[in-house]
């Protein structure tokens, strides 16, 4: 099966692109978002492969995958006019948690029922108002790193993209609060601007992470990154804010949640000092992960609704391919 998509989130793109089929990524001179093509930062399967224009507009394509509302456009100029949901079947995955007033919370492809919504969250389907458009939730699934867990610095390991400008979203403004009790490893693109590690690879993050004594999610609202569940895959507690989807990911016996901020501070200072607790809610962490954001899940979900979009079977069953 051919599935035409854009390379725009390239952790969640990684993981899709292990599947068994052969993945269209649009590309363009200078790689700009709207001709990404393939990625730089991660490793993908051959299957996984660009094309160009004409050869995008002459491809035979069994689905469309969409995620953000100007590919509705794109993607018919670049598939020789053809319609997405009219003349091919389409899902719009979305990424993200809505922003705004409850009651205007419309999705951008609301009342559009020839598409298929598809949600990584439970939380971000029960916020978004699509109307008429048949939705789906298909949880996040990643590659597993392993387990790596040292704890050995008593430190906080966060990651966030973008913190200065996102600000209270990504409960930058708490940042010092928390680091009153422990000291804080910033990672991610802009942290730099924080005294971070300014966007490091994949493979640093595995690596580091681990070492430090917790993962904290200071995040107030936002789709459940992808980063946190890595964290939970390599075995780390996790200490966090219980909004949004957070509290249905991290079960009790893996971390910390509470709305209070003077409650995490008090469960961090709590693990800094007992780093035996500290690896038990990391080794239920992990299990947690494996139980519901496995790779083979993930797969297993996407091919299930691609299929019944097209009619159209996978050659063969998922193939778990690890290739980052």
């Known amino acids: 099966m051919r599935i035409f998509l854009w390379h725009v989130h390239g952790s969640w793109t990684t993981a899709l692109v292990q599947g068994p089929h052969e993945y269209l990524l649009p590309v363009l001179p200078g790689r700009g978002p709207d001709g990404r093509g393939r990625a730089l930062t991660w490793d993908w399967p051959a299957r996984a492969r660009e094309v160009g224009p004409e050869e995008a507009a002459e491809a035979e394509v069994d689905a469309v995958l969409l995620q953000r509302p100007e590919e509705l456009e794109l993607c018919e100029r670049w598939l020789g006019g053809r319609r997405p949901g009219v003349d091919l079947p389409a899902i719009y995955v979305e990424h993200n948690a809505p922003q705004g007033r409850i009651a205007e919370m419309r999705h951008p492809i609301?009342?559009?029922?020839?598409?298929?919504?598809?949600?990584?969250?439970?939380?971000?389907?029960?916020?978004?108002?699509?109307?008429?458009?048949?939705?789906?939730?298909?949880?996040?699934?990643?590659?597993?790193?392993?387990?790596?867990?040292?704890?050995?610095?008593?430190?906080?390991?966060?990651?966030?993209?973008?913190?200065?400008?996102?600000?209270?979203v990504t409960g930058t403004d708490l940042l010092a609060r928390f680091e009153a009790v422990a000291p804080l490893d910033l990672f991610g693109i802009g942290a730099g601007a924080l005294r971070g590690v300014e966007d490091p690879p994949q493979a640093t993050l595995h690596e580091e992470f681990p070492r430090r004594r917790l993962y904290l999610h200071p995040i107030r609202w936002t789709s459940l990154g992808l980063t946190l569940i890595e964290a939970m895959h390599l075995g780390m507690p996790v200490v966090a804010l219980a909004t949004t989807e957070a509290p249905e990911a991290v079960p009790p016996d893996a971390g910390l949640l509470s709305t209070s901020v003077d409650s995490l501070c008090a469960g961090i200072r709590r693990l800094m000092e007992d780093p035996a607790e500290a690896r038990e809610l990391g080794l239920a962490a992990r299990r947690a992960a494996l139980r519901r954001y496995s790779l083979e899940r993930f797969l297993a979900d996407w091919d299930a609704l691609v299929t019944e979009l097209t009619g159209v079977s996978a050659a063969v069953s998922p193939q778990v391919e690890v290739t980052a």
């Not at 029960?126 to 008593?154: C, K, M, N, Q």
């Open 110 to 168: 609301a009342a559009r029922p020839e598409l298929t919504l598809v949600h990584v969250t439970h939380f971000n389907d029960l916020f978004w108002d699509a109307g008429s458009t048949p939705t789906r939730v298909i949880e996040h699934g990643v590659i597993d790193p392993g387990y790596r867990y040292t704890g050995e610095l008593e430190r906080c390991a966060v990651a966030i993209n973008e913190a200065v400008r996102r600000g209270r």
